[in-house]
């Protein structure tokens, strides 16, 4: 199986920046699109950047020009730069890959998820 795990989370000011991290690891082929999604209480869980293999991103408007992901292939890695954080940051960020594995004598593609890390943005 593939399991994804996110480290990097934690309390930060206002105006600072934290550096999320996602590693995947298991009987691994592929990574294809990689993604982070955030959850705040009371809200629906919301597409914060994406990536894909080749590099391409896309972000959502409210943490465009402070949020900036990137990814090592060669790590199985996704990585979200957050500067200029604001209080309505504050969130639980999940991490999401779709991936190709094998198993059980076949080649399986799966989206996964993370298990979520916190971000607290507050004075």
């Known amino acids: 199986q593939v399991q994804l795990v996110e480290s990097g989370g934690g309390l930060v000011q206002p105006g600072g920046s934290l550096r999320l991290s996602c590693a995947a690891s298991?009987?691994?082929?592929?990574?294809?699109?990689m993604g982070w999604y955030r959850q705040a209480p009371g809200k629906q869980r919301e597409l914060v950047a994406g990536?894909?293999?080749?590099?391409?991103?896309n972000y959502a408007d409210s943490v465009k020009g402070r949020f900036t992901i990137s990814r090592d292939n060669a790590k199985n890695t996704v990585y979200l730069q957050m500067n200029s954080l604001k209080p309505e940051d504050t969130a639980v960020y999940y991490c999401?890959?779709?991936?190709?594995?094998?198993?059980?004598?076949?080649?399986?593609?799966?989206?996964?998820w993370g298990q979520g890390t916190q971000v607290t943005v507050s004075s």
């Open positions: 999401n890959a779709d991936v190709t594995y094998y198993s059980g004598g076949n080649f399986n593609t799966d989206d996964y």
């Open positions: 298991g009987i691994i082929i592929r990574i294809n699109a």
């Open positions: 990536i894909t293999r080749g590099g391409s991103t």
